[in-house]
Every structure is written in C-alpha cells, then in structure tokens.
C-alpha cells in the first residue's frame, strides 16, 4: 500500500508541474504574431518556358570533321523560343574556346536570323546577314562578316551561276561570288540595301567569349512589321500559324574553311564568310515560332477606349486581343498619369472613365465623383543595363574581357548623379561649355571614375579610360513613375543632401545648373529636366554649330524605347556634323562597338524583360543592394502605405525592411462609376475580371501577363473582384451611384464610402481579407488553415491543459491512500 501511495503521489506532482509548463509555454508563443511576410499570390501557375538548350554535338557527330575537337564541348541555350515577338531573347552558352584579345581574328560566334521551310530550315540565302557595323567590319577578317564567297577558299562550297556576281559594264570580265539574299516573297538581291542596313539588321557580326568559356549576349528578334523580307510571324499560305522563323549560330574556331590557321592570313585573322559551305555546315540552328503580327480583333467592332500609364502597357497589349472576342475592342492610349486621372473626371466627349495610375486621384480633383479602384499590375521601376567588360591588359578580371557584366549595383546618390548631368562626360565639351556656370571640371568625368560607384562596384576597376555611358537614358514626359524615383532620392539622407548641393565624400557636387531646380525639396517632380543649357563647339573653323544637352543626351519617346535603345546600345546621340545632309545638322553617331557597350536605361521591369536585359541592385533604405526579383517586388509592395484614399496603397521608400526593392509600382485602374455609360460599365467590368482573372497568369502568348510583372497577391484580387461587383451593382443609377443623386440608399455591404472633405464621396472596395466578398460565389474563402508550427503549440495546449487538471487528482489519491496505510 506505502508503496502504491508513494507512485500516486509522485505521477500527481509530476503531471501538475508538466501540465502547467506546457500550458504557459504554449499559450505564451500562440500568442506571439508570426513574423510579417510579402504575401505571395497563388493564384496564378508559372509561365510555362520555351527555352532550349542544344549542344553542338546534337547535330554535328563525326569526330573526324575539320572542327570537331574545337566545338564539341560548346553548348547554347536560348531563353525563348515561343510566342515571341519584336523583343529581345537572351543567347549564352558553355564550353566554347576564348576570343582572341583586342579584335576578332579567333574563337567567336556568329548569329542571325533567318526565314527557312519549316521542314528543312534556312539556306544562306535566306539569312539578314552582311551589313555589319563599318568599325567592327575593321576588326575582322576578309569577308568574315559579309555574304561574299572566295573564289578558291572552300573545297566543299560549289560556285554556281546563281552566285556569280553580275560583273560590271565596265569590266565585264570580272568575276566575284556571293550569296544573294532571297526575301520571303521571293525578291533576291545582291545588294542586301534593298532590304536591310546595318542600322535595321539584327545581326551579331561577332560576339566575344570568356576565357572560362562562357558567354552572353540579348539579341533582338524582328517581326514581319520591323523585317518584312523575313515575314517572322506573318501569314503563311493554307496554315492558320503565323510563319516561324529560325535562329542561326555560327561557331568560329582558329582554321579557316581550306583548313589553313587563321595566323596564314596577312592579318592573323580568319576570313571567309560564315555563310561559305564549310563554315555553314558548323552551325546551330534553332527553331523560333512567332506571335502573329496580323490584326488579332475582329473588324467592325465597337471600340472602348482606355488611357493610362506606361508601366501597364505591355500587359494591357498582351491583354488586348484575348478581349476582343466578344464585341468590343480595347483602345490603349499611353498617356501620362496625371493627364489620365483628369481625362476620367473630364466632362469632354469621347473621353474615358477609365484610366491607368499608380497614385490615386486628389481630393480636389475628385469632387462629387465616384471613382472605384481596382489593382491591376505589380511591377517595378528598374535601371537596366548592357555593358561588356572593356578591360585595360593589366586588370585582375582581364578574363572577362569583351564579355558581359552580370552585376551593377547603384545607389540613390549614383542615381542622382547621372540624371543632374554632374558627371563632366554628361556635359556637352565635358564641362568645359558655354555658360562658364556650366563648369563642373573638378567633378569625375564619368560613373567609372567616381569611388563611391568603384566600392560597390569594384568589377569596374580596370575599365579602359574610353569606356563610359552616355548618360542614363530617360523617357519625356511625367509619371508616377518619375515621381516614386524623386521619392527615393529625397528619402535618402545622403542622395538628398547631393540635390541640396553638398558635396559628396569625395568633393564630387551638383551640376550648377541644377540647384535652382531645388530638386530636394521638390516633392512634385515627376519629370526629368535637362537643366544644363551649355554649349560646345569643337572649332570655331569648322563650320558646325555648338550641340547642346538634347543633341549629347536626348531624351527617348518613353521607357520602350529607353530599353530597345539599351539592348541596341545606341543611346541615339547626335553629335557627328553631317555638312551633306539638307539642311545641314547633327547626326547619330551610332551603336557602341560590341566589346564596348555601356548602356544605362532608367525604365520598368516589363519593358527590361521584353528586351531580355539585366538590371541593377538598388540600394534601399535599410542599405542592402536588392535585385528587382519578384520576391523583392512583393516585400517592396508589402510595406506600401495607406494614401489618403482607403484601399490604395502609395509607394513607402523610406521603409527600412531588407528584402525590399525600393522602386515597386503597384498600378491601379480608377472608373468614375457614375459618369460612366451602362456600356463603359459593362466593357470595363469584362477588362478588370479579365485583367484580375486569367490575365494574372505569368506566360509569353497572348493574354497572359509578360515578362516583367508579378502576379497579383490574393488579397489584391480580391480587392479588384469585389471592385467589379461595385461596378456592376451601380449600372441604372443604383448602388453606389443610387447614394449619389438621392442619398436614400446606403452604400451595399462591400462598399466603403469615405469622405474626402470636399463635398465628394469616393467609394473604395476594401475588403476584409479574412471574408469572402458578398458578391460573387468565387470569392468565398475555407477557414484558414493554422501552419504546421502553430499546429504543434496547439497539440501542446490541448495535451497540458489535462495534464494539468490531472495532477492535483492523482496527487490526492495519493495522500488518501497513505491515510488508509497509517489507520490500518
């Protein structure tokens, strides 16, 4: 008995003191808030890729051929080969031999596009190929970059009639051999002017490899509306599939086609054109299939017009033709934010009640009006690039010469240096013009010679003396856009102290012609002035005027443009006087040589990753360099703030959280619900449920969402679905619309109206994201799941609660039957 009353008695206490430790510990971390976290969308699948990787040896088996042991280890991948259209697609590849240094003479490749029989592929006639840059042409060998044929340099090329170059009148008897080019429409010419330049052709006469063996390059894929003798994407005769086109990369080793070394000819350089037999037969071809370039809508349907920003256009164009099914076309007008949210509470006719914007409309704009809000788009505000390494011999990263750069990371100063042209490159006589009060020669003469972009940088430390951007490419006009990256400088103590006028670690300081701007303390700027009026005149005996900031450093029409420009690597400056031309005037000096491109464009994300380019690290304001990934995108669109108008989120640079990218743009459509025809209601309540529907699903065709953009988060969906109940509830004067004109009906349950103090009343659809909206069967939710985590505290609770209650029980036993042990 003593010994069954002792067991009882120790089971009790031990059970009491675990019940209580785990009923306090668990209670205690259930009720501590799980860490906050960007909320990531699961609504929409990933984009499914079309990129292919092809090893050389695919194709190309006989260890015996003249160029086996030089290519057999080379590998090329494509990242799109599917759905494109005029875009850029990016090419690298693996396992190739290393370019020679300075020109090309060895070891490179070759590419092109070419129209071909979807059966049998492209000949040589019919690839854009021969018009390469004059300065390049100069650093290769004979006839390597052109489409003429030696008359005894390959044994396996057969020199046929229909290669024989007419001779001339005057030397009848002179014999020279070519490939002509042959259009998709049959056209043939020996002069490849009567269809493409090298202005307008897409060629790479030759691009450099590492001597790890690697390589990148973005390469611009043509439609049948920018090549038309190449008809990419066009109709094909008896098929309902737009025409496909073709992808051509040729390998160059170190012997020419007879199989002489490339060191016998006088240059040490190979000659031969890629297109000759022997050359041809290494090459890698790849299949590329095209959008269709023909009108997608219907004819004779009714138009709907929309207007808006430019950070949504690429997806309301990929948008567009999956709409147009039913019976209404949507017209896209780009337009500026600020012109878009007056057009919608404009009373001109024609205007629309729908637009595009990042921040919501003022109070004093809105008035009387209902204006609904629907999130649209996530995406981001990005710097993108396309620089090579240009290396000085003695650089520690010499390896990487003439390939290109895979990192930049910039700062708000570094940014605010490059758009107030304090760089003396940026300046117009390298700030040496006219006025004197232009003269900023104590400053670095560019990016590569500033140390605070060289310590977070230091890559960049052996780039030749030559190389530097022309400037950073910027679109006219304002935006939102503009206005998040004022912002972003302003909330950076150390970027905003630059715009005030002081000077940096350095001594570097603000051009002059900037600090009237009073750019710090600006928060309504929402362009990019180029304030710097000086002048430079080369010599006063050339009879050429002085150019000017606009000629030096233009501005581009928009962030398109500023991104096809980077990939180009031609920032469009005019600074070549051209005595001929009529009148007389400055003329494009052209695209940087490949080996040497630095091109810095300030653009959005989807237009960077049309044009397959890279973007910048940007440092936020916690000090981190953050990529503009879309896990970044989303904490950046995380820690947006409340505006003004509930529901809509503003951007919040100053939020110092790691993770985030500083220049996120949340777009937002704004409706003037009651101004807006019963047909307006009916066309933008198709678009927003397309647009929050399966127009968030990321991939390349049509109607889906490119490249570039984040797929919506869930709540945001919600908020744009119950936006679209709020619309349809107002068609016939009633909802939203009914409180309005009589004030005898009060707002339905998913309408929020708020007072903006000025006798109006917007109404925002805020819905609470732990219910489903009342309107719609779809938006109903499940009780939230507790994750696995939460999961194990709550076992823990419900097993030491009893435990708890148990022990005092078991313990009393105990002392009972010790009693009943002491009386017997």
Same mark, same amino acid.
């Given at each position: 008995?003593?010994?069954?009353?002792?067991?009882?008695?120790?089971?009790?206490?031990?059970?009491?003191?675990?019940?209580?430790?785990?009923?306090?510990?668990?209670?205690?971390?259930?009720?501590?808030?799980?860490?906050?976290?960007?909320?990531?969308?699961?609504?929409?699948?990933?984009?499914?890729?079309?990129?292919?990787?092809?090893?050389?040896?695919?194709?190309?088996?006989?260890?015996?051929?003249?160029?086996?042991?030089?290519?057999?280890?080379?590998?090329?991948?494509?990242?799109?080969?599917?759905?494109?259209? %005029?875009?850029?697609?990016?090419?690298?590849?693996?396992?190739?031999?290393?370019?020679?240094?300075?020109?090309?003479?060895?070891?490179?490749?070759?590419?092109?596009?070419?129209?071909?029989?979807?059966?049998?592929?492209?000949?040589?006639?019919?690839?854009?190929?021969?018009?390469?840059?004059?300065?390049?042409?100069?650093?290769?060998?004979?006839?390597?970059?052109?489409?003429?044929?030696?008359?005894?340099?390959?044994?396996?090329?057969?020199?046929?009639?229909?290669? @024989?170059?007419?001779?001339?009148?005057?030397?009848?008897?002179?014999?020279?051999?070519?490939?002509?080019?042959?259009?998709?429409?049959?056209?043939?010419?020996?002069?490849?002017?009567?269809?493409?330049?090298?202005?307008?052709?897409?060629?790479?006469?030759? !691009?450099?490899?590492?001597?790890? /063996?690697?390589?990148?390059?973005?390469?611009?894929?043509?439609?049948?509306?920018?090549?038309?003798?190449?008809?990419?994407?066009? +109709?094909?005769?008896?098929?309902?599939?737009?025409?496909?086109?073709?992808?051509?990369?040729?390998?160059?080793?170190?012997?020419?086609?007879?199989?002489?070394?490339?060191?016998?000819?006088?240059?040490?350089?190979? *000659?031969?054109?890629?297109?000759?037999? $022997?050359?041809?037969?290494?090459?890698?071809?790849? @299949?590329?299939?095209?959008?269709?370039?023909?009108?997608?809508?219907?004819?004779?349907?009714?138009?709907?017009?929309?207007?808006?920003?430019? !950070?949504?256009?690429?997806?309301?164009?990929?948008?567009?033709?999956?709409?147009?099914?039913?019976?209404?076309?949507?017209?896209?007008?780009?337009?500026?934010?600020?012109?878009?949210?007056?057009?919608?509470?404009?009373?001109?006719?024609? /205007?629309?009640?729908?637009?595009?914007?990042?921040?919501?409309?003022?109070?004093?704009?809105?008035?009387?009006?209902?204006?609904?809000?629907?999130?649209?788009?996530?995406?981001?505000?990005? *710097?993108?690039?396309?620089?090579?390494?240009?290396?000085?011999?003695?650089?520690?990263?010499?390896?990487? %010469?003439?390939?290109?750069?895979?990192?930049?990371?910039?700062?708000?100063?570094?940014?605010?240096?490059?758009?107030?042209?304090?760089?003396?490159?940026? *300046?117009?006589?390298?700030?040496?013009?006219?006025?004197?009060?232009?003269?900023?020669?104590? #400053?670095?003469?560019?990016?590569?010679?500033?140390?605070?972009?060289?310590?977070? %940088?230091?890559? =960049?430390?052996?780039?030749?003396?030559?190389?530097?951007?022309?400037?950073?490419?910027?679109?006219?006009?304002?935006?939102? &856009?503009?206005?998040?990256?004022?912002?972003?400088?302003?909330?950076?103590?150390?970027?905003?102290?630059?715009?005030?006028?002081?000077?940096?670690?350095?001594?570097?300081?603000?051009?002059?012609?900037?600090?009237?701007?009073?750019?710090?303390?600006?928060?309504?700027?929402?362009?990019?002035?180029?304030?710097?009026?000086?002048?430079?005149?080369?010599?006063?005996?050339?009879?050429?005027?002085? =150019?000017?900031?606009? %000629?030096?450093?233009?501005?581009?029409?928009?962030?398109?443009? &500023?991104?096809?420009?980077?990939?180009?690597?031609?920032?469009?400056?005019?600074?070549?006087?051209?005595?001929?031309?009529?009148?007389?005037?400055?003329?494009?000096?052209?695209?940087?040589?490949?080996?040497?491109?630095?091109?810095?464009?300030?653009?959005?994300?989807?237009?960077?990753?049309?044009?397959?380019?890279?973007?910048?690290?940007?440092?936020?304001? +916690?000090?981190?360099?953050?990529?503009?990934?879309?896990?970044?995108?989303?904490?950046?669109?995380?820690?947006? @703030?409340?505006?003004? !108008?509930?529901?809509?989120?503003?951007?919040?640079?100053?939020?110092?959280?790691?993770?985030?990218?500083?220049?996120?743009?949340?777009?937002?459509?704004? !409706? #003037?619900?009651?101004?807006?025809?019963?047909?307006?209601? &009916?066309?933008?309540?198709?678009?927003?449920?397309?647009?929050?529907?399966?127009?968030?699903?990321?991939?390349?065709?049509?109607?889906?969402?490119?490249?570039?953009?984040?797929?919506?988060?869930?709540? =945001?969906?919600?908020?744009?679905?119950?936006?679209?109940?709020?619309?349809?509830?107002?068609?016939?004067?009633?909802?939203?619309?009914?409180?309005?004109?009589?004030?005898?009906?009060?707002?339905?349950?998913?309408?929020?109206?708020?007072?903006?103090?000025?006798?109006?009343?917007?109404?925002?659809?805020?819905?609470?994201?732990?219910?489903?909206?009342?309107?719609?069967?779809?938006?109903? $939710?499940?009780?939230?799941?507790?994750?696995?985590?939460?999961?194990?505290? +709550?076992?823990?609770?419900?097993?030491?609660?009893?435990?708890?209650?148990?022990?005092?029980?078991?313990?009393?036993?105990?002392?009972?039957?010790?009693?009943?042990?002491?009386?017997?």
């Amino acid at each position: 008995m003593k010994s069954r009353a002792q067991l009882f008695t120790r089971l009790g206490n031990a059970a009491l003191v675990i019940g209580l430790v785990t009923s306090t510990v668990s209670a205690s971390l259930l009720l501590i808030p799980e860490p906050a976290r960007a909320e990531i969308s699961s609504a929409s699948p990933s984009a499914v890729s079309s990129a292919v990787t092809v090893p050389w040896t695919a194709s190309h088996t006989d260890p015996t051929s003249l160029d086996y042991d030089r290519f057999k280890d080379l590998s090329v991948s494509v990242s799109q080969t599917a759905n494109l259209t %005029n875009q850029g697609i990016r090419i690298s590849w693996t396992g190739s031999k290393p370019t020679s240094p300075g020109q090309f003479a060895t070891d490179y490749l070759q590419i092109m596009q070419c129209w071909g029989e979807a059966s049998t592929g492209p000949t040589p006639q019919q690839c854009q190929w021969g018009a390469p840059n004059p300065v390049l042409n100069n650093l290769m060998g004979t006839k390597a970059s052109g489409r003429s044929l030696q008359a005894s340099g390959d044994p396996n090329q057969v020199l046929t009639d229909d290669l @024989k170059i007419p001779p001339p009148l005057t030397n009848p008897n002179l014999r020279a051999w070519a490939f002509p080019f042959v259009s998709v429409k049959g056209e043939q010419s020996f002069d490849v002017a009567n269809f493409f330049s090298s202005q307008t052709s897409n060629e790479v006469s030759a !691009v450099r490899t590492g001597l790890d /063996g690697t390589g990148s390059i973005a390469f611009e894929t043509q439609t049948s509306l920018e090549a038309p003798h190449l008809g990419c994407g066009g +109709a094909v005769a008896g098929s309902s599939n737009p025409r496909s086109c073709w992808l051509v990369i040729v390998p160059r080793g170190q012997t020419n086609a007879d199989g002489s070394p490339a060191s016998t000819d006088a240059s040490g350089r190979l *000659v031969g054109s890629p297109l000759s037999a $022997t050359i041809w037969a290494n090459r890698i071809v790849v @299949k590329l299939q095209f959008q269709s370039v023909a009108t997608s809508c219907p004819l004779g349907n009714a138009e709907q017009r929309v207007v808006g920003a430019e !950070v949504v256009s690429e997806a309301v164009t990929s948008w567009q033709p999956a709409l147009c099914n039913d019976t209404t076309t949507f017209g896209f007008s780009q337009i500026g934010d600020s012109e878009a949210r007056t057009q919608i509470v404009s009373d001109v006719a024609g /205007g629309s009640k729908l637009g595009f914007f990042a921040d919501p409309l003022p109070s004093s704009l809105v008035g009387s009006k209902k204006i609904v809000y629907a999130p649209v788009s996530q995406s981001a505000i990005v *710097v993108a690039y396309s620089i090579d390494y240009d290396l000085i011999s003695t650089a520690a990263n010499y390896a990487s %010469n003439g390939t290109e750069v895979g990192s930049l990371t910039l700062n708000a100063r570094l940014v605010a240096k490059l758009l107030t042209q304090s760089y003396r490159y940026d *300046v117009p006589g390298g700030g040496n013009g006219v006025p004197a009060s232009s003269v900023i020669t104590a #400053n670095p003469r560019s990016i590569l010679n500033d140390p605070e972009f060289l310590a977070l %940088n230091p890559q =960049f430390a052996g780039f030749t003396s030559l190389s530097a951007p022309e400037g950073l490419m910027v679109a006219l006009g304002s935006s939102d &856009a503009n206005a998040h990256v004022w912002s972003w400088l302003r909330s950076d103590p150390i970027a905003n102290s630059f715009l005030a006028g002081d000077a940096d670690d350095w001594g570097m300081t603000i051009n002059p012609q900037y600090k009237s701007l009073a750019l710090s303390g600006s928060a309504t700027t929402d362009s990019f002035p180029k304030a710097d009026l000086s002048t430079y005149q080369a010599s006063p005996d050339v009879p050429a005027p002085g =150019f000017g900031t606009l %000629n030096m450093r233009p501005y581009m029409n928009d962030m398109h443009e &500023a991104a096809y420009r980077a990939l180009k690597a031609d920032a469009n400056v005019k600074i070549v006087w051209d005595e001929f031309k009529a009148p007389p005037a400055f003329v494009a000096a052209g695209a940087q040589l490949p080996g040497h491109h630095f091109s810095l464009a300030l653009t959005d994300s989807a237009s960077a990753a049309r044009y397959g380019l890279r973007t910048a690290k940007l440092v936020n304001a +916690a000090g981190q360099g953050v990529a503009p990934t879309d896990a970044a995108i989303l904490a950046g669109i995380s820690v947006m @703030k409340d505006s003004d !108008v509930p529901g809509v989120k503003v951007v919040d640079p100053s939020a110092r959280t790691l993770g985030v990218y500083p220049l996120p743009m949340l777009t937002y459509a704004g !409706v #003037n619900a009651c101004d807006a025809t019963a047909k307006q209601i &009916a066309d933008y309540t198709n678009l927003l449920g397309f647009a929050s529907g399966a127009g968030q699903v990321a991939g390349d065709a049509k109607g889906q969402l490119p490249r570039g953009y984040v797929p919506l988060t869930d709540s =945001f969906l919600k908020q744009a679905k119950t936006s679209v109940a709020t619309l349809k509830s107002s068609v016939g004067r009633k909802g939203i619309c009914a409180v309005a004109e009589t004030g005898a009906s009060g707002p339905t349950p998913s309408e929020t109206p708020t007072d903006l103090g000025t006798g109006g009343t917007t109404v925002i659809p805020t819905p609470d994201p732990e219910q489903g909206s009342s309107n719609s069967g779809a938006d109903k $939710t499940t009780d939230q799941q507790l994750p696995p985590s939460r999961l194990s505290l +709550a076992a823990a609770l419900a097993l030491g609660i009893p435990t708890m209650i148990a022990g005092p029980f078991l313990t009393r036993r105990g002392r009972r039957l010790a009693s009943l042990e002491d009386i017997g």
